[in-house]
């Protein structure tokens, strides 16, 4: 006889209905993540190869993104149809130890090594599959339509990631819409399935009903209600609604982990609602007025509260904002401002040498400070981005005679060829890792 119990249709339904949307909601959201964070789109996959090119993505934007980019020069050259340059077991050895390789004296490896100034790639604990799936992702990525790269050369690593402001969650349109539609697709196909079962539930119900002899179990059944309190305790759904958080969860900390690092776009509240814009915006105060340190040593300073009342001991005394900046003097304690920029230990950076010897504006870096309310992470401090204005920055040696004689040399020896702070071994490895 018939045994189907019509609540377990309903909850099954909703259950499906509920998973679908919420596994393809991460799914976006996942893929907006890959794509802020380095301007790398993760879309245009397909078939069964998915997993693999996933992988291979993840895989990418954790060792390669440093130095390579799709269609651009970064440290290394662009990786654009790679995979049609080089056989398979070639790539293979030469990601894993590339260096090995030019030592063997293949042709190819030594022109190329030599080609980029003698720069080692470093090698790669990586299995054959791990390896492929990388090539594989770059192949994909190969084949979708190119995303022009826009932006400054300071910034092109991340030509999609931040141009207007924080929060840097602009998505590349293309995948954007595409997964929009497969997700209205997806839930139109999953609504017309709930409305045909419950049709057919209804239709099995009329026909018990047209029935005379009919047992104790059925009848229960046609003379049943809808019960929302027996879906929300039903076992499926609990389950269900438990896995699909589990998941979620885990995606969510995947995320982050990768995101570890790439600060691009990072803004912190800070204690006192200090403004940029104010100060050095609207009223003019020169940067190096509080930053008094940037010109002349490594570290750019964050100024004291002493600095503050120079002013407000004058100015705009009575404000809660202020109040706090005589609190911290009075308790003798400093403002606890949180660090926006942070380079990782393993590299050195100087800021007399940019600002004082190298002329290099502040705004260069950290963007437009002085239109800033709240200061933002603005450029993506990576490993690429120091390297490229190296590469394309002439280096500023007006007035100093100690260059007089080196550019000379250089002038001779290539014709024309700017005489840029990588001609000066700004590219060397042993210049920013000691
Ligand atoms: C520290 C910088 C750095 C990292 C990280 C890096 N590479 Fe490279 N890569 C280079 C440099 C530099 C070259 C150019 C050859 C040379 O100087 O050794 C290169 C060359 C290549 C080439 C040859 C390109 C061609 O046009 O023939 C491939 C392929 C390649 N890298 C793949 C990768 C992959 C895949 C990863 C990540 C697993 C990776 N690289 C990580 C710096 C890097
Ligand atoms: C009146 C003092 C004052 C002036 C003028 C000023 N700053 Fe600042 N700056 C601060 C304070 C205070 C902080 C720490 C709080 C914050 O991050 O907003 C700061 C933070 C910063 C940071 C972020 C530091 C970090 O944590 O990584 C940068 C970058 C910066 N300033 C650049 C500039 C530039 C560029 C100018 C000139 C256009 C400038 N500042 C002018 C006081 C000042
Ligand atoms: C060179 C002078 C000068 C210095 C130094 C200075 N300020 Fe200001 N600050 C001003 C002026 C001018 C205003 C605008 C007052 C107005 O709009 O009436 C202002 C406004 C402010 C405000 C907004 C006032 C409010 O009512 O909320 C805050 C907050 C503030 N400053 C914090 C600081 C802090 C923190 C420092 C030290 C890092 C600092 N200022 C250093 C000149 C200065
Ligand atoms: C060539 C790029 C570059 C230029 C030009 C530059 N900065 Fe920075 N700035 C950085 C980097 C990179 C960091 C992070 C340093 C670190 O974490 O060790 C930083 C950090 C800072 C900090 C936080 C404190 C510190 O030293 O870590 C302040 C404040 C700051 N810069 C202010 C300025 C001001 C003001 C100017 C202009 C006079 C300026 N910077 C010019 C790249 C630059
Ligand atoms: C102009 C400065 C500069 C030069 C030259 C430079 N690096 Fe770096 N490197 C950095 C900075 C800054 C970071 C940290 C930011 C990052 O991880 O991208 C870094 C990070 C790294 C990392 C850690 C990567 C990671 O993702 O954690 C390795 C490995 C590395 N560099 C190797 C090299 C090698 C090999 C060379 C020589 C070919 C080299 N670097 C030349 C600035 C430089
Ligand atoms: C906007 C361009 C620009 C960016 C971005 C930049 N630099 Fe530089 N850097 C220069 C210039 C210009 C010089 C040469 C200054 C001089 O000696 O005349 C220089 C010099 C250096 C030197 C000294 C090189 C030598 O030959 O002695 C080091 C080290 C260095 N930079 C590290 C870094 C690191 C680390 C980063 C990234 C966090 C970085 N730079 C980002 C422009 C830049």
Request: with cysteine; hydrophobic share 35%.
């Amino acid at each position: 006889m018939i045994s189907c119990n019509s609540n377990k249709i309903y909850s099954f339904c909703l259950a499906l209905l509920f998973s679908f949307l919420t596994v393809f909601n991460t799914y976006a959201q996942g893929e907006q993540a890959s794509v802020s964070q380095d301007g790398v789109t993760a879309g245009g996959a397909s078939g069964g190869d998915d997993a693999q090119v996933q992988a291979g993505a993840a895989l990418f934007k954790n060792n390669c993104v440093s130095c390579h980019a799709l269609n651009e020069k970064v440290v290394g050259p662009a990786l654009r149809d790679v995979h049609k340059k080089h056989e398979m077991p070639w790539l293979i050895n030469w990601i894993r130890n590339s260096s090995k390789m030019v030592q063997s004296g293949d042709k190819y490896a030594v022109q190329i090594f030599n080609e980029y100034d003698k720069q080692q790639m470093p090698s790669f604990a990586l299995s054959d599959d791990e390896i492929t799936s990388i090539v594989k992702y770059i192949e994909v990525e190969s084949a979708a339509p190119a995303t022009a790269p826009t932006g400054t050369p300071a910034n092109n690593q991340a030509a999609t990631a931040v141009t207007d402001g924080p929060g840097g969650d602009s998505i590349s349109g293309d995948v954007g819409k595409y997964l929009n539609i497969v997700l209205i697709a997806l839930i139109v196909v999953l609504i017309v399935m709930v409305i045909t079962l419950l049709i057919i539930a209804n239709l099995m119900k009329e026909y018990l009903r047209g029935k005379k002899d009919l047992e104790g179990n059925d009848l229960e059944i046609v003379n049943q209600r809808f019960d929302f309190s027996k879906i929300y305790k039903s076992r499926a759904v609990q389950v269900i609604v438990g896995l699909i958080f589990a998941v979620v969860l885990l995606d969510t900390i995947i995320e982050e982990t990768y995101a570890v690092g790439l600060q691009q776009g990072y803004q912190p509240r800070q204690p006192i609602a200090f403004s940029h814009k104010l100060h050095a915006g609207e009223h003019q105060i020169d940067c190096n007025y509080c930053h008094t340190s940037v010109y002349k040593s490594k570290n750019a300073n964050i100024p004291s509260a002493n600095i503050c009342m120079n002013c407000h001991s004058q100015i705009q005394k009575e404000s809660p904002e202020i109040r706090k900046i005589y609190t911290a003097i009075e308790r003798n304690r400093p403002i606890e401002w949180v660090r926006v920029h942070n380079l990782p230990d393993l590299a050195y950076f100087n800021h007399s040498q940019h600002t004082k010897v190298g002329g290099i504006e502040c705004q260069t870096c950290h963007g437009p400070i002085e239109t800033m309310n709240v200061v933002y992470q603005y450029s993506p401090l990576t490993m690429g981005w120091c390297i490229n204005c190296h590469r394309e920055q002439p280096l500023n040696t007006e007035g100093n005679a100690y260059y007089d004689n080196l550019v000379k040399i250089h002038d001779q020896a290539n014709k024309g060829a700017a005489f840029t702070v990588s001609s000066n071994g700004g590219t060397e490895c042993s210049k920013c890792h000691y």
